[in-house]
């Protein structure tokens, strides 16, 4: 089955400054790949996504590269704000259709320090 | 958007008693319902799968015995932890398949104490 790996587990970076969350994955199957945002008590929050057909989308201050050949993937947040402090998880499927899972990283908690 | 609507938000329950927990899909037809649990500061891990209609598909290591999954609708899946104990306090998080543009989506999740 598939493997989701994340690093680093913590990260604690300035506000305004910029920050890197990377994550691995092992089936190479897997064509799509969203990152969620998860703040205490509540559930998980789709922040941006990437299918495998692309190698990098942006949304504003977050973006998401996409390196099939590795098997990699990662989030990026610039300018970050306070905020944006909150758990980040990457996940992997092999697509949204009925019947296949998401697999997790293991999460990054981020802090942003005003 | 799409959204999954989750309930009970809390709830506390004592040893020994089954605890029902459920998630409606409100704007889409939710064909398929994953059941995570998430312990402190771990991540989220997949118990079970359900499909509307069928029996559903449980990880290895999860009792299917114990946590009771029902996803007779295609709006409305439950799962029911029977026979609760203080291992089985966590925060349990639903979600499903919500189509191209929305991805899956999650239910707010459910935070069980057993005491």
């Known amino acids: ?114 | 958007g799409a959204v999954v609507s989750q309930h009970p938000s809390r709830v506390i329950c004592k040893s020994g008693t089954s605890v029902k927990i459920e998630c409606r899909s409100l704007d889409f037809q939710a064909t398929t319902m994953f059941w995570y649990r998430q312990f402190p500061k771990q991540s989220l891990m997949l118990m079970a799968t359900s499909n509307e209609g069928s029996k559903a598909t449980y990880e290895q290591g999860v009792e299917k015995d114990k946590f009771l999954i029902n996803h007779a609708s295609l709006t409305l899946s439950t799962l029911t932890v029977t026979s609760a104990h203080p291992e089985d306090s966590s925060f349990y998080i639903c979600s499903a398949p919500s189509g191209p543009n929305y991805g899956y989506t999650f239910g707010s999740g459910t935070r069980l104490t057993v005491v």
């Open chain 1, 1 to 114: 089955g598939e493997n989701v790996e994340q690093h680093p587990s913590t990260l604690s970076v300035q506000e305004g400054d910029s920050a890197v969350i990377k994550c691995t994955y092992s089936d190479s199957a897997s064509n799509y790949f969203p990152w969620y945002k998860q703040e205490l008590g509540k559930g998980p929050q789709l922040i941006i996504d990437i299918r495998s057909n692309v190698g990098e989308k942006k949304d504003q201050r977050i973006a998401v590269t996409l390196n099939k050949t590795a098997k990699h993937f990662s989030l990026h947040i610039t300018e970050t704000q306070p905020e944006d402090s909150a758990v980040y998880f990457c996940a992997a499927s092999r697509g949204n259709n009925a019947g296949n899972m998401l697999t997790f990283g293991g999460g990054t908690r981020l802090m942003v320090k005003p």
